[in-house]
């Protein structure tokens, strides 16, 4: 059974930085291309950040580009978010997701999600 498994998400000011994990569980980790995911209250859930299953290949959205890092550690079965310079706008719900895909930016392409992890900020 495929568990994915986010942390990290907490409240932060504006200009402030979070670090968020997705732990992966039940799965052959590195078969995987991940993906970060976004839902803000009212809205669809949106693309952030996608990743290769070597880490070679990285997509950003363009609202987070120069902001948010995405990273992974096959060995600990762990792909990270690294998010500065946070605004308001970035509150959401923040979800990872695995894709058998090479990579992608579309939810449809995803097939295990996480619960999701709050990140709030601030003005």
């Known amino acids: 059974q495929v568990q994915l498994v986010e942390s990290g998400g907490g409240l932060v000011q504006a200009g402030g930085s979070l670090r968020l994990s997705c732990a992966a569980f039940g799965v052959t980790y590195s078969n995987y291309a991940m993906g970060w995911f976004r839902q803000a209250p009212g809205k669809e859930r949106e693309f952030v950040a996608a990743?290769?299953?070597?880490?070679?290949?990285?997509y950003g959205d363009d609202s987070v580009k120069g902001r948010f890092t995405i990273s992974r550690d096959n060995a600990k079965n762990t792909m990270y978010l690294q998010m500065n310079s946070l605004k308001p706008e970035d509150t959401a719900v923040y979800y990872c997701?695995?894709?058998?895909?090479?990579?992608?930016?579309?939810?449809?392409?995803?097939?295990?999600w996480g619960q999701g992890t709050q990140v709030t900020v601030s003005p």
């Open positions: 997701a695995t894709t058998s895909r090479a990579i992608a930016r579309v939810t449809v392409a995803y097939e295990y």
């Open positions: 990743i290769s299953w070597n880490g070679g290949r990285t």
